[in-house]
C-alpha cells in the first residue's frame, strides 16, 4: 500500500488521541520552538503536516496568520475544532502534501514541522518544498525524533517505530539532516537535541496497536542486545517493557 494512504489512514483514525496527547500537546520542544523563531507579528507562517494543530496554535498568537496544513482530512478538522475552540481566528486550514504542497513560490516567511517527517516517503523533496515555499532569508523551524548515529541503534529505532506504526516511513540521523538542509539552500542558524521518554502502553495506544501486535513488539524490545536496550534506556518490569528512551533534534535553517 502507499505510504501515503498509509499516513492517512492511521492518522485519520487516531486523530483525536493526537489532540489530546500529552506528548504533542504540552512538549517543552513546542516552547524552544517559539523562542527559536525571529518574529516581529507581521509574518505569514505555514505548519506542515500540523497533526492536532498543537504548533499553530502555539504560533498563532505570534504571528499575522498561520496556515495549517495536512495531509488527512480528519486531522485537518481535529486540528480546526482544536485551534478555534482555543479562540485563534487567524488560522486558515488547507489539506495538502508536504512533498507537493500547493503554494506559489515566496508565500511564506516561515514553515514550521513538528514530529512528522519521518512519516515523508521522499523527505528529501519535502526540503526542497520548504525552500521553494519561502521567501528569501525566510526561516524553517524543524522538530523530529532522530536516531543516533550508530547503525545498530538506527535499524533498532527504526524497527520498533515501523511495528509501533505501519505509516512510520523513516527516522533520519542528525547528520543526515544536516546535510539534507545544507545541500537544498539552508544554512543551519540554530540547533538543539533533547532526550525523549516514551511510555510503552500510551505509545502502542495511540496507534490503537492491537493486543498481539503489542506482544510481538515487547518480544522483540525485549530480545535486543543489552548495548541497544542501555543505549535506549529500556525500562522493563515483569517482563513488560515500561517505558525507553528516544532523541529528537530542533533545527532552525535560514533560507539562502
Avoid at 23 to 43: P, R, S, V
Avoid at 181 to 197: A, P, T, V, Y
Amino acid at each position: 500500500m502507499d505510504i501515503k494512504k498509509d499516513v492517512q489512514k492511521q492518522f485519520g483514525k487516531s486523530a483525536d488521541s493526537y489532540v489530546s496527547s500529552p506528548i504533542h500537546k504540552k512538549g517543552n520542544d513546542l516552547l524552544k520552538l517559539l523562542e527559536m523563531a525571529t518574529m516581529t507579528g507581521d509574518e505569514e507562517l505555514l505548519d506542515v503536516a500540523t497533526g492536532g494543530g498543537h504548533t499553530a496554535n502555539a504560533f498563532a498568537n505570534s504571528v499575522k496568520i498561520v496556515t495549517a496544513m495536512d495531509l488527512t482530512p480528519e486531522m485537518l478538522k481535529a486540528a480546526e475544532r482544536f485551534i478555534l475552540g482555543n479562540g485563534h481566528q487567524n488560522v486558515v486550514f488547507k489539506l495538502g502534501d508536504a512533498e507537493n504542497m500547493p503554494f506559489s513560490d515566496w508565500s511564506f516567511d516561515i514553515v514550521t514541522c513538528r514530529i512528522a517527517p519521518h512519516h515523508f516517503p521522499d523527505v528529501d523533496k519535502f526540503v526542497k518544498e520548504v525552500h521553494r515555499v519561502l521567501k528569501p532569508s525566510g526561516q524553517f523551524l524543524l522538530d523530529d525524533n532522530v536516531v543516533p548515529e550508530e547503525d545498530d541503534y538506527d535499524v533498532f529505532y527504526n524497527t520498533i517505530e515501523k511495528q509501533r506504526d505501519y505509516s512510520h516511513f523513516r527516522a533520519w540521523k542528525k547528520s543526515e539532516w544536516l546535510k539534507m538542509l545544507e545541500m537544498n539552500g539552508f544554512e543551519i542558524s540554530e540547533m538543539h537535541r533533547f532526550d525523549k521518554s516514551f511510555q510503552f502502553e500510551p505509545w502502542c495506544n495511540r496507534m490503537n496497536l492491537p493486543e498481539r501486535e503489542k506482544d510481538k513488539l515487547t518480544e522483540y524490545i525485549l530480545k535486543a542486545p543489552q548495548k541497544v536496550k542501555e543505549k535506549f534506556k529500556v525500562s522493563i518490569v515483569d517482563d513488560h517493557v515500561n517505558s525507553f528512551q528516544g532523541e529528537a533534534v530542533l533545527l532552525k535553517a535560514v533560507k539562502r
